[in-house]
Nanobody
Framework: QVQLVESGGGLVQSGGSLRLSCAASGIVFSVFHMGWYRQAPGKQRELVARITDGGNTYYADSVKGRFAISRDNAKSAVYLQMNSLKPEDAAVYYC?????????????WGQGTQVTVSS
């Protein structure tokens, strides 16, 4: 059974920092690309940051220079360090694991963790 469990969300003042964690189980973590997505009320879910199995990273323009994604394959965990938080960063943040093979695509989601940023 695949599980992605996020933690680290909460309430923070504008300009503050949070570190999100996602613990994965039930998958061979090292071969999966990992991502953080977010969804604010009334908006579509959007990709925030992604790290490939090889460690290459991608960031949405809105978070470049403020957020950092990292992974620890030994712990089957992915992290999102969020600095200089803005009210517009408030959303439910979701962890995602994906992998494409010649025969099947794998796509798993966590339950989400709420991030609230007060102005």
């Amino acid at each position: 059974q695949v599980q992605l469990v996020e933690s680290g969300g909460g309430l923070v003042q504008s300009g503050g920092s949070l570190r999100l964690s996602c613990a994965a189980s039930g998958i061979v973590f090292s071969v999966f690309h990992m991502g953080w997505y977010r969804q604010a009320p009334g908006k579509q879910r959007e990709l925030v940051a992604r790290i490939t199995d090889g460690g290459n990273t991608y960031y949405a323009d809105s978070v470049k220079g403020r957020f950092a994604i990292s992974r620890d394959n030994a712990k089957s965990a992915v992290y999102l360090q969020m600095n200089s938080l803005k009210p517009e960063d408030a959303a439910v943040y979701y962890c995602n694991a994906d992998r494409q093979t010649w025969s099947r695509n794998y796509d798993y989601w966590g339950q989400g963790t709420q991030v609230t940023v007060s102005s």
